[in-house]
C-alpha cells in the first residue's frame, strides 16, 4: 500500500492505464444497480451482458476486453464514469499496483528520492 506522504500528491490524469491492467473489477450490489440504470438494463441483463464469476467464485467481476483492458474503457476514458464501480472509484487510497500508474510512479520516485537525500544529509 502506497504512503500518505504519496496519495495527498495525487491527481488523476485521466490517461486510462488502470483500466489496462489485467486482473479483476470486482463488483457490488450498488455498482450493478447503478451500471444498470446508466445502460437502460435490468439487473439481470446487465449480469448476463457484462459480468463473469470473480476468481474468487463468490463476487461477479465485470469482463474484460480480448487486451485484458475494462469492456467500458474507451480509448482512455471510461464510458461509465459517472457510475463506475466502487473499486476503480476507491484507486489507489484502497488498492494499487507496484507500477503501472504514471503519476504514481512519479510520485514515487519523489518519495524515494527525498527519503535518500534526507539520509545522505
Avoid at 65 to 83: N, P, T
Avoid at 90 to 103: D, I, K, Y
Wanted: hydrophobic content about 40%.
Amino acid at each position: 500500500m502506497l504512503g500518505d506522504d504519496v496519495l495527498k500528491d495525487f491527481k488523476c490524469t485521466g490517461c486510462g492505464t488502470c483500466c489496462r491492467w489485467t486482473g479483476s473489477v470486482l463488483l457490488i450490489d450498488r455498482d450493478i444497480a447503478g451500471m444498470a440504470v446508466r445502460l437502460g438494463l435490468s439487473e439481470p441483463e446487465f449480469i448476463d451482458r457484462h459480468t463473469r464469476l470473480a476468481p474468487n467464485r463468490i463476487q461477479l467481476a465485470l469482463l474484460d476486453k480480448v487486451d485484458g483492458s475494462c469492456a467500458f474503457l474507451e480509448g482512455d476514458r471510461c464510458s461509465i464514469y459517472a457510475v463506475r464501480p466502487e473499486q476503480c472509484r476507491s484507486f489507489p487510497f484502497a488498492w494499487s499496483v507496484p507500477e503501472g500508474c504514471p503519476v504514481l510512479d512519479k510520485l514515487v520516485v519523489q518519495q524515494k528520492n527525498i527519503e535518500q537525500a534526507g539520509k545522505n544529509a
